[in-house]
Nanobody
Framework: QVQLVESGGGLVQAGGSLRLSCAASGAIFRINTMGWYRQAPGKQRELVATITSGGSTNYADSVKGRFTISRDNAKNTVYLQMNSLKPEDTAVYYC???????????WGQGTQVTVSS
């Protein structure tokens, strides 16, 4: 099993910034791609950004140019730097990871991000 613990969420005004962190522990050898997802009230969970163990990244169109995903493999931690936040970024943000054949096998508990207008 892999355990994921997110931190860094909070309340911020529109235009502000937050940095989320997700630390992995347990069966680390099962980790490949790490990603951030979010779920707003009444909406389905959606992909925000992913990063492979080699550093290749992928972003949702809605966050391109504003969010940056990075990882520290030595610390088994993935980060999400969120700049120019908008009210529509308000959601619970989840970290996920897993082996190459199921990169969302493991999920964190989520951290709330609220952007006020």
């Amino acid at each position: 099993q892999v355990q994921l613990v997110e931190s860094g969420g909070g309340l911020v005004q529109a235009g502000g910034s937050l940095r989320l962190s997700c630390a992995a522990s347990g069966a680390i050898f099962r980790i490949n791609t790490m990603g951030w997802y979010r779920q707003a009230p009444g909406k389905q969970r959606e992909l925000v950004a992913t990063i492979t163990s080699g550093g290749s990244t992928n972003y949702a169109d809605s966050v391109k140019g504003r969010f940056t995903i990075s990882r520290d493999n030595a610390k088994n931690t993935v980060y999400l730097q969120m700049n120019s936040l908008k009210p529509e970024d308000t959601a619970v943000y989840y970290c996920a990871t897993g082996p190459p054949w199921k990169t969302t096998a493991y999920w964190g508990q989520g951290t709330q991000v609220t952007v006020s207008s």
